[in-house]
């Protein structure tokens, strides 16, 4: 069967530091970018990462560069979403998503990030 | 930046009844490559988002046709020919045809 899940969320102080998980399985990894989107308490999804099958490419939204990085280990088919110098204003659900053809085809069920100042 | 707006923020609609939902991007979302990469996902309560159409207009798979999407340039529309009950959710429109990429704010769709 095909699907995501995603792991590492938790409850943390602002600026703290986490590393989200994405594992795939059903589908071959290496072959697809994967992106990373949040969702604020209420609120509406928010694109923040993208990542291309081999690695080379990363994209990042304004609100995240130069405080996230995303990553991906293929041997470990994982995809990684490392979150620094978090914020209040980062709390959120982070749903890790699979591309197809500049779409979000799979999603996972998302892990919860609490940051607490 | 590309900003995507959606009308309506919200729409009470009757079972078997159509909606609507329109998504505007604030640029032309025709990329180099002469695609235009506009999406629709469904977010029901509770649920992770989940691909409706793609690429302006075309059906992922096991969605139902009474979804469909049209549009072009920077005007885009998410149709239901007659909403069902599992229909409630909200909607939520995306380019990916610039990077950053951009969700629309969402449009929650409700049974009257």
Known sequence: QVHLVESGGGVVQSGSSLRLSCAPSGF???????????????????????????????????????????????FMHTVFLQTNSLRDEDTAIYYCAKDSDSSFDLWGQGTMVTVSS | DIVMTQTPLSSPVTLGQPASISCRSSGGLVHSNGKTYLSWVQQRPGQPPRLLIYKVSNRFSGVPDRFSGSGSGTDFTLKISRVEAEDVGVYYCMQATHFPWSFGQGTKVEIK
């Not at chain 1, 697809?32 to 949040?38: E, I």
């Not at chain 1, 694109?47 to 996230?68: C, E, M, P």
């Open chain 1, 28 to 74: 071959t990894f290496s072959h697809y970018a994967m992106h990373w989107v949040r969702q604020a308490p209420g609120k509406g999804l928010e694109w923040l990462a993208t990542i291309s099958y081999d690695g080379r490419n990363q994209h990042y939204a304004d609100s995240v560069k130069g405080r996230f990085v995303i990553s991906r280990d293929d």
